[in-house]
């Protein structure tokens, strides 16, 4: 059972080494196989590598064979069909997921994308999951940044089977056709959110208390994630297995007294056996409403397998259950591995079993619970630092009072007064207040932990052969007491521990381009200096391209502190990441055209020039005395390395350019320039294209942009100038 779970894990994971679907035929193959093994029994355990990896293929096929034709891509279409999930209301628009029917444009009627995610703005507006709604929509395919370290939102979308984004287009065939129908789950979750809106509203925290309710995270802002991921615990917002595993207690004691009060017949059947289906029957119930995520899925798996043991009077080894749970959402759903919560959640109960099984325990409750998150935070290192490329040191001291003091006293009292909010609505709302002072009781705690400096441990993303051997340290490490030669764990960390990160070498410098969408940000590095030309977009006051694509990709090189931070000037779609670039990132001189937040900077001006090693920096734009619009003030800096250079020119347009070459003709000459304004027919003229005469011409704007950037005469120009052009949003960084 074991291997064969291991076995079948592999083949999931393996279908995900190919850069493009594999031919089916290579999954008739692994079928194959299969067959075979009923007759060799040696070949059983390849079999259910074969199984793994045709399941995964099998489940691919049927979402890719769903998506949206290239065609069909920004023309106004009709579709029909039934709201999924919990809709995420904000003000003034509406996000929601949408299972298609029937769609129709140009014409005809086409197949169904499946389940398209569409946004629908204007007034606040409520959608009932089950619904079934009539839209005229403008639709596009799933398309997410394409960065080093970044967040893949392509990835995820496939792994939702969301297959289509798109938005509601003002229109009066959008009706709702049929009312809510099924969805009961999504319904009854989208109650307790109006319930609980009314009381959230009066704290910082209600957006904590909803998650650990409901399990929806969309409220919980920024700055929130920040505190929980530098103390190492954003699973307290998620309900995770100890919530469960309570509830599911709670179930088993309840069942198991009334079925033992007078009057049941327990003669037939024993209260153990009936308190197990209830609490079997109240995790699934909270299951539901935390979503089935990856961790609730194993968790509810776990607990369900060990009920059904107690009904049936066999005990079942923990190792056993956890292979188990993993089998079946392996199963269930073969894209969770493309989850960071498959592997935390696994891990870390994995971890468990082997750091504190088959062990003496400490005495005390309180060294047993330390040890436990000790054991968890030394073991989970190397997985966090693959993944997101830093590790909360302070987790253990954090997790050791937050986890029983959210487990045992906040989420009982939330999920005790939104039950009584349904019949004795004064108790609910007391007690949820009572839940949300404890919360911000704990917050002050967590948010004096996350700005030590100390709190978190920035490394570069370690290549796959140190994250390897840091695994087998930490499993040597921590090892029973009795194995000899321990210590040789630390001789297998050693490389994660002292194995600098890449950079330049002496001579070198690296240029990046990123990919944010439509908007700005570049890195340059060189041996031991960074610099940040302009920080993308802010796309909601959730997300924007510092968090979403800058501070991964500085992490994803171990880079903890920018030198230079440029800011061209101060449209949001070049200054939207700052505020999360400050806050992850210590920067030193700040070059800018005005304020920002707060901080001291340089004005940035025509001559100054610095040098970083051989590397040279040099602003060519504005004047002292510059006047214009925003756009034709931006910062413009030109660096070189010998003879090699690349031209960061903001948003400049044809007024400023003409000034430039006015100024500083012979010094425009570059190899790569960064298309001004993104490409738009406004820049680039043919006297600048002229001037610069690059051999690469980079346009940094986002897919199928509402500006269509860049300008077909603004390529074409550039491609007559003997320019290569690169789309960020095709090439990526």
């Not at 509830?247 to 009060?261: E, N, P, Q």
Request: glycine share 10%.
């Amino acid at each position: 059972m074991r291997k064969a779970t291991l076995a079948f894990l592999l083949g999931v994971l393996a279908l995900y080494r190919f850069p493009d679907l594999p031919d089916a035929r290579l999954g008739a193959a692994a079928l194959a196989l299969l067959v075979a093994s009923i007759r060799f029994h040696s070949l059983r355990v390849p079999a259910w590598f074969a199984l793994g990896f045709a399941w995964a293929l099998l489940r691919a096929s049927w979402i890719l064979a769903a998506g949206l034709p290239p065609v069909l891509e920004g023309e106004p279409l009709v579709i029909e069909g039934t709201v999924a999930g919990l809709p995420r209301a904000y003000e003034r628009a509406v996000n929601f997921d949408m299972d298609v029917s029937a769609v129709t444009g140009m014409g005809r009627e086409w197949p169904s994308p499946g389940r398209v995610r569409l946004s629908w703005y204007g007034r606040e507006r409520i959608l009932v999951p089950g619904e079934t709604w009539r839209f005229a929509v403008k639709l596009k395919r799933p398309h997410g940044f394409m960065n080093p370290g970044g967040f893949d939102y392509e990835g995820w979308l496939f792994q939702h089977r969301i297959r289509a984004l798109g938005h509601v287009i003002d229109s009066p065939r959008n009706r709702r056709l049929e009312a809510a129908r099924g969805a009961l789950v999504d319904r009854l979750r989208q109650r307790l959110a109006l319930k609980l809106a009314g009381v959230a509203r009066q704290s910082s925290q209600g957006n904590v208390l909803t998650a650990l309710v409901i399990g929806t995270q969309d409220a919980i802002g920024a700055e929130q994630w920040q505190v929980f991921n530098r103390t190492g615990t954003s699973h307290l917002v998620s309900i995770s297995g100890l919530h469960i595993g309570l509830i599911a207690l709670l179930g088993f004691w309840v069942g198991r007294w009334l079925w033992s009060l007078p009057g049941f017949t327990v003669l037939y059947v024993a209260a153990p056996r009936v308190g197990a289906v209830c609490g079997t029957l109240a995790a699934l119930v909270y299951s539901g409403l935390a979503g089935f995520s990856v961790p609730t899925q194993r968790s509810f798996i776990m607990i369900a397998v060990l009920m059904y043991g107690l009904v049936v009077n066999r005990l079942f080894k923990t190792i056993d259950l956890w292979f188990i749970a993993l089998l079946l959402v392996l199963i269930l759903d073969p894209f969770s591995v493309l989850a960071p919560g498959f592997w935390l959640s696994f891990g870390a109960v994995a971890l468990i079993l082997y750091g504190m099984g088959g062990r003496v325990a400490p005495s005390g409750l309180w060294w047993r619970i330390a040890r436990l998150h000790v054991v968890v935070a030394i073991g989970l290192t190397p997985v966090l630092l693959m993944i997101f490329g830093q590790n909360p040191i302070v987790g253990p001291v954090a997790n050791v009072l937050a986890v029983p003091w959210v487990s045992v006293v906040a989420a009982p009292l939330a999920l005790t007064g939104t039950a009584l909010c349904f019949v004795w609505e004064r108790a609910g709302i007391a007690l949820l207040d009572l839940a949300l002072k404890n919360l911000e009781g704990l917050w002050v705690y967590l948010q004096y932990l996350s700005e030590l400096d100390y709190a978190t441990w920035v490394r570069a993303v370690p290549v796959p052969w140190i994250g390897g051997a840091a695994f087998i340290g930490v499993l040597i490490v921590l090892a029973p007491r009795g194995i000899p030669a321990r210590w040789l764990g630390l001789v297998w960390l050693l490389p994660l521990l002292v194995t600098p990160p890449p950079r330049p070498k002496e001579g070198e410098l690296w240029f990046t381009l990123l990919d944010v969408g439509q908007g700005l940000s570049a890195v340059v590095q060189t041996r031991d200096r960074t610099l940040v030309y302009d920080t993308g977009p802010r796309f909601n006051e959730r997300f924007d391209a510092g968090r979403a694509v800058l501070v991964p990709y500085l992490r994803q090189h171990g880079i903890g502190h920018v030198d230079t931070l440029v800011i061209s000037h101060g449209d949001s779609d070049h200054t939207g990441g700052l505020g999360s670039l400050l806050a992850e990132v210590s920067v030193g001189r700040i070059l800018a055209n005005g304020p920002i937040g707060g901080r001291r900077v340089s004005v940035c001006r025509d001559g100054q020039h610095w040098r970083w090693g051989e590397a040279s920096f040099s602003v060519l734009h504005p004047a002292f005395d510059a006047n214009g619009s925003d756009n034709n003030r931006s910062c413009i800096l030109k660096v070189s390395l010998g003879d090699r250079s690349v031209l960061l020119p903001g948003d400049i347009e044809a007024e400023a350019e003409h000034e430039l070459l006015k100024q500083h003709r012979e010094s425009l000459k570059a190899d790569i320039v960064v298309a001004p304004h993104h490409g738009s027919k406004t820049s680039s003229t043919a006297s600048f294209i002229d001037a610069v005469a690059p051999d690469y011409v980079l346009f940094a704007a986002g897919y199928r942009n509402r500006y269509r950037f860049p300008d077909a005469a603004v390529l074409r120009a550039y491609r007559a100038g003997g320019a290569i052009p690169l789309l960020s949003a095709e090439e990526g960084a």
